[in-house]
């Protein structure tokens, strides 16, 4: 299919006059259609023009298209400087009403000790990528999505830089380091080279999506000579300034230790160099291309409020959300279950009331005295019993012993404005659960 719709607009294939007149009109400089090739107004959607407008690549055209002329800008680099951000932006808003954008994970329905983590950042220098485009007309164009043609970090490409980041922490530097480390192993799954006997981590990336784009000029220069060795080279890229989230989901599964108290210490640790990891990669390694080069790096302060949210019961958080509390019946006198129904404590197996002489060995058995209030409380049923609580308790069938259901673990969330408050937020939350909090 992609090739038919090549076929159907042959860029190199129309007379030179043609080629001329369809570039500005392909590149949205103008309005007006090119006179003899009347089939271009098919092409509505500017990323549909420019994929014809790329076969220029093989014309005399190929900088104009590019760039424009030496008096003007124009071609793709006009649109990247002034329609770009209003493309992008209204194809986001398109996939957020679709619900295609990622948000926090919702951790009601996951394991225990499992946790998400969200981080909004902003570019401190480009982000740079390789789309897998067939035809573009620059040479390293920013990967985007398929559908919808927003520049984006796969979800691949985060785990990717999020693995080198720790290898580099680590001092690795053979994938036999990393095979030989199990926390790795539990983390990502396997290193490339055991691709046979598949293991899945327990880590889950999310993809990142930006509405901003620009262009990176570069002028690789010969090693010998010094003089530049082909001419400028244009680099798409994400601009510093930037903003975009990353969200990550770890769920712990397969193979524990001995023990909870050697569960919540493998989990406590996974999510120590998790965010170490995460901070390492996002300020110092850099994600996506030419991060030797510097590129990929983001601000210490964050863009908004970063979460760390826990499905584990602790005590020392910002906030908590979690499923909400049964509602607390009314209060209920000590003698009975139920307004139609005797404490068990009070009552035979056939729901009548026990003389005082059972209830007194009942509660001796207990290892209680029967003193005052024990005498008390008997008193009180006893009263209820003979003034028409019997004749309730014969009209109301005793209800089959039902088990509550187990109640979910609650959701604990921790907020951070700065990555470095990441990192002490996850070493205090690592020290919690190995101390004892529920997970």
């Given at each position: 299919m992609t090739h038919d719709f090549y076929a159907r607009f042959p860029f190199p294939l129309v007379d030179m006059t043609a080629q001329s007149l369809a570039?500005?009109?392909?590149?949205?400089?103008?309005?007006?259609l090119p006179p003899g090739w009347p089939d271009l107004a098919l092409l509505e959607d500017p990323v549909a023009r420019f994929d014809i407008l790329a076969q220029a690549m093989i014309t005399p055209y190929l900088?104009?298209?590019?760039?424009?002329?030496?008096?003007?800008?124009?071609?793709?680099?006009?649109?990247?400087?002034q329609r770009a951000q209003a493309f992008f932006q209204q194809r986001r808003a398109w996939m957020q009403r679709l619900g295609l954008e990622p948000v926090l994970p919702d951790l009601t329905h996951v394991p225990p000790g499992s946790w998400a983590l969200h981080v909004s950042f902003t570019l401190r220098q480009p982000y740079l990528s390789r789309d897998d485009q067939m035809f573009?007309?620059?040479?390293?164009?920013?990967k985007k999505e398929r559908v919808f043609k927003v520049p984006y970090v796969a979800a691949s490409g985060w785990k990717g830089a999020l693995r080198s980041a720790m290898r580099q922490l680590r001092g690795?530097?053979?994938?036999?380091?990393?095979?030989?480390?199990?926390?790795?192993?539990r983390l990502f799954g396997n290193v490339?080279?055991?691709?046979?006997?598949?293991?899945?981590?327990?880590?889950?990336?999310?993809?990142?999506?930006?509405?901003?784009?620009?262009?990176?000029?570069i002028n690789p220069h010969d090693r010998t000579t010094g003089v530049g060795a082909r001419g400028p080279i244009l680099l798409e890229c994400v601009p510093q300034g930037a903003q975009g989230d990353l969200f990550v989901l770890y769920v712990p599964f397969g193979p524990f230790g001995q023990s909870d108290d050697d569960r919540r210490a493998e989990i406590a640790d996974d999510l120590h160099a998790v965010a170490e990891g995460v901070r390492a990669m996002l300020t110092t390694y850099g994600f996506g291309a030419k991060t030797s080069s510097g590129f990929g790096t983001v601000e210490e302060q964050l863009a908004g409020e970063g979460k760390l949210v826990l499905r584990a019961e602790l005590t020392d958080a910002a906030t908590s959300a979690g499923a909400p509390s049964a509602p607390q019946p009314s209060e209920?006198?000590?003698?009975?279950?139920?307004?139609?129904?005797l404490h068990p404590d009070l009552r035979r197996e056939d729901g009548t009331l026990k003389s005082e002489a059972e209830y007194q060995r009942f509660i001796e058995s207990q290892g209680r005295k029967y003193g005052k209030s024990e005498k008390q409380l008997y008193d009180k049923a006893k009263k209820w019993w003979e003034q028409g609580g019997q004749t309730q308790a014969q009209?109301?069938?005793?209800?089959?012993?039902?088990?509550?259901?187990?109640?979910?673990?609650?959701?604990?969330?921790?907020?951070?404005?700065?990555?470095?408050?990441?990192?002490?937020?996850?070493?205090?939350v690592a020290s919690q659960l190995k101390e004892g909090g529920a997970a």
């Open positions: 570039v500005p009109w392909l590149a949205g400089e103008t309005n007006r900088e104009r298209a590019r760039s424009g002329t030496r008096a003007q800008n124009g071609g793709y680099r006009l649109w990247v400087e573009h007309l620059l040479d390293n164009p920013l690795y530097t053979t994938l036999d380091d990393e095979a030989r480390d199990t926390q790795m192993m490339r080279a055991a691709e046979s006997d598949f293991v899945a981590g327990r880590l889950t990336f999310f993809p990142t999506f930006f509405d901003k784009v620009s262009l990176e000029v209920l006198p000590r003698y009975l279950e139920s307004p139609t129904r009209q109301t069938p005793t209800p089959a012993p039902e088990l509550a259901p187990p109640e979910p673990s609650p959701v604990t969330t921790f907020t951070f404005r700065t990555l470095s408050e990441l990192d002490d937020v996850a070493q205090r």
